[in-house]
T-cell receptor
C-alpha cells in the first residue's frame, strides 16, 4: 500500500495564479482532510470530507475549495494564490468508524507564493 | 481557548525515559487523548490514543488520571532518532484534529 500520496512535493506560484494540490489514498478510508502548517506552528484544518460527495469547512477555509468525487481522491484547489497561502500542506485520511483518532498523513506539499 | 497545553520544549539524553505532560481541562466526555509525532519535513505520525487509565503499545505508554484533565506520554529509553515535535490532541474522531504548537523534544548524546 502506498498510503497517502500528495503531489506535487514542491510548488512555486505567482500571486493570483490558481492550482490544485492532489491527494490520493489507497486504504479505503472514509475520512480525508487537508491541513496547512506554517513555520513553527501546529497544523490547522482547512477542509475535510466524511465520504464521497460530502465536504465541510475547517478552521481556515477561505481561499480554498475541495471536492470528493471518489473515496480515494481529495484535491485541494487554490482559487487565486496569495503570499499568505505560503505554507506546507498536508493531506490526511482515516477510518470513519469507531472512536478512532488515528489519521495517516501524506508527506506534504511545500507551496511558495511570490 | 486552547484545547490542550503542553511544554514548548524538553531536552533529554539517550537511554533515558521521557515523560511529556499535557493538560486538557475542558476535555469532553466523547473525546479521546491522542499523541502524534512529527519529524522535520514530514507529516505527523500517530503514536498512541487512550480514554482513561493506562495504555501501552510498542513505542510508548499513555497515562491518564481518573479526572482525564491531563495525560502523560512516556517514551522509554529514548534515542537520537526520537528527536521530534510531539503533539497532544483531544478528539472524538480523526475527522477534525486540532493541533497545538506541540513539544519539541531534543535527545542529546
Amino acid at each position: 500500500n502506498a498510503g497517502v500520496t500528495q503531489t506535487p512535493k514542491f510548488q512555486v506560484l505567482k500571486t493570483g495564479q490558481s492550482m490544485t494540490l492532489q491527494c490520493a489514498q489507497d486504504m479505503n478510508h472514509e475520512y480525508m482532510s487537508w491541513y496547512r502548517q506554517d513555520p513553527g506552528m501546529g497544523l490547522r484544518l482547512i477542509h475535510y470530507s466524511v465520504g464521497a460527495g460530502i465536504t465541510d469547512q475547517g478552521e481556515v477555509p477561505n481561499g480554498y475549495n475541495v471536492s470528493r468525487s471518489t473515496t480515494e481522491d481529495f484535491p485541494l484547489r487554490l482559487l487565486s494564490a496569495a503570499p499568505s497561502q505560503t505554507s506546507v500542506y498536508f493531506c490526511a485520511s482515516s477510518y470513519g468508524t469507531g472512536f478512532n483518532t488515528e489519521a495517516f498523513f501524506g508527506q506534504g506539499t511545500r507551496l511558495t507564493v511570490v | 481557548l486552547a484545547k490542550t497545553t503542553q511544554p514548548i520544549s524538553m531536552d533529554s539524553y539517550e537511554g533515558q525515559e521521557v515523560n511529556i505532560t499535557c493538560s486538557h481541562n475542558n476535555i469532553a466526555t466523547n473525546d479521546y487523548i491522542t499523541w502524534y509525532q512529527q519529524f522535520p519535513s514530514q507529516g505527523p505520525r500517530f503514536i498512541i490514543q487512550g480514554y482513561k487509565t493506562k495504555v501501552t503499545n510498542e513505542v510508548a505508554s499513555l497515562f491518564i488520571p481518573a479526572d482525564r484533565k491531563s495525560s502523560t506520554l512516556s517514551l522509554p529509553r529514548v534515542s537520537l532518532s526520537d528527536t521530534a515535535v510531539y503533539y497532544c490532541l483531544v478528539a472524538g474522531s480523526a475527522r477534525q484534529l486540532t493541533f497545538g504548537s506541540g513539544t519539541q523534544l531534543t535527545v542529546l548524546p
